[in-house]
């Protein structure tokens, strides 16, 4: 069976043709993201019309699409509450877009869980029936597996790991409370544990080498990896951070496995081993539990596609 | 259809025959909890069969047995691999009690989860599809629902929500790890926070009540309702320090309902008005998604034995 999976982002959506997990044509265009809605799912229908075009799939061959949204959905309406840079609010996605291609089984989720839906059926999950992907970017994302099934919990409303309290009265979050996850593990507060490390030691290797190169989510592991103390300080450090919340995770849902995705997971083994070393050495149960294997995202940008078009595989 | 559900406790075993929630008739027996194993089950056998005879119900009338245990038990498997206080060490409950009374369905859990079951279909949950139970005892348990099944997790490891962290490098908890839930939100964490607030504040109305009474779970909620300043702080403080914990439930889970259990939640509205009223305010997306009810758990002594049987309605 063919699916379509549609990954919205900001300035731009992919589609493409999946099938068994693989993405057999793919295809991208810019959205006019002020437009309204029924204007930017014209686009997206044109696109889909185009993708087909290009790889001779005819729509009846098509099972269904899926898509991932950045913002707020409600899966089982197939709703957009709001749509993170796009003018998509209450928007009826599910049924416009019926419309639009005369394709019957249209089925929405965030973006996050679209990613963890692909990595663990397709990707560094590998099949696993319980898992959860953790993205560590901008912000902090989570997408969660339970028995080969999504957690969206009430109207959709869950899965927003990034704002569990790992700190209570700690750094404030981008939403404004303090002590969340999201201010202590996303690429964005490593950065800003680097810059502080840096200002409190000015002569370290750090702090040089930020000077000359500037502070991303590398800095901090590319001189760990030269030796430099206070960057295996901080990396240490924000190593137990990211770990503490795994280990949340990992108490309350003992998947077989961990994925991380994002910007930061980039650093693959330097940040995976640790990680991994941490979470089994303080998650609760450990001595009597099979061990719970973390890995790094592998699907990439592919993930959001591949993970779309398994939105369709989700009994409902 | 009728069902058995059976709540092992530390030296009392119950036994009740259930239909549609409600327990027809129950009976209790000690058990011998240092003996081997199959010892213990032939005298829970012994107890089912007395149980029947009793109320006239015939074993063939009886569709599956359900049980209860506390500790860590493999659901899957039908495998009790340690229960508290009771000589069950890597004992195949299911396979030993379906050999002894010829019943065929005989499933198990741990004893949070089988009170998380009862409370969430037949109690305080009101057939809620998405729920999170939350005991205040001596530790701190949880059940969870998700889609109207028991969340387990990996070999029935998950769950474990009285180890989430909510405060990293924070108070020691029973585990030995630091900043767990429990070491703030249990019977014996609140205690403690009123003997210190009794050492820091011994002219308070609270050290003067703790001195003449002693302390347990109600002396802090006593004292804030006679006024006393130093006991409305102590108690503000502890309703953070649970609500904390529930707004991480929230967050991942997005439940309907979140039910508050175990001897702290007998204080009702003192304890259950404030952690609603913080829930709401700290929950991520409060302004865009239903109200999460917040209640205390109304089956009290019975959930286990109406959660028990409850686990053979659950399809596998």
Known sequence: MKYLGIDIGGM?????????????HKKAATIRPREQDRVILADIAALISDTLNECGTDRDEIAGIGVGCPGSVDDERGYVRYCCNVNL?????????????????????????????????YGAGNGAKNSVLITLGTGVGTGIIVDGR????NRSAG??????????????CGCEKRGHYEAYASATA??????????????????????????????VFICAKNGDKV???????????????LVTFANIFYPEVII????VSNAGDALIKPLEKYVSENVFGAQYNPKIRLVAATLKNDAGIIGAAALCLDER
């Open 150 to 153: 999504l957690l969206t919990g």
């Open 159 to 172: 899965a927003e790991g990034g704002h569990i309290t790992i700190a209570m009265d700690g750094e404030v």
């Open 231 to 245: 960057a295996i300080e901080t990396l240490n450090r924000y190593i137990e951070y990211v770990g503490c919340g």
């Open 260 to 263: 991380i995705g994002g910007g």
């Open 89 to 121: 609010v209450n928007t009826p996605l599910a049924e416009i877009l019926r419309e639009l291609t005369g394709i019957k089984d249209i089925r929405v989720s965030n973006d996050a869980n679209c990613a963890a839906l692909g990595e663990t059926l």
């Open 190 to 219: 490593l950065m800003k544990q680097v810059r502080a490390a840096c200002e409190k030691y000015p002569s370290s290797g750090l702090a040089k080498y930020a000077e000359q190169n500037g502070i991303d989510g590398k800095t």
């Open 12 to 24: 731009s959506v992919k589609c493409g043709v999946v099938e068994d997990g693989v993405i057999l």
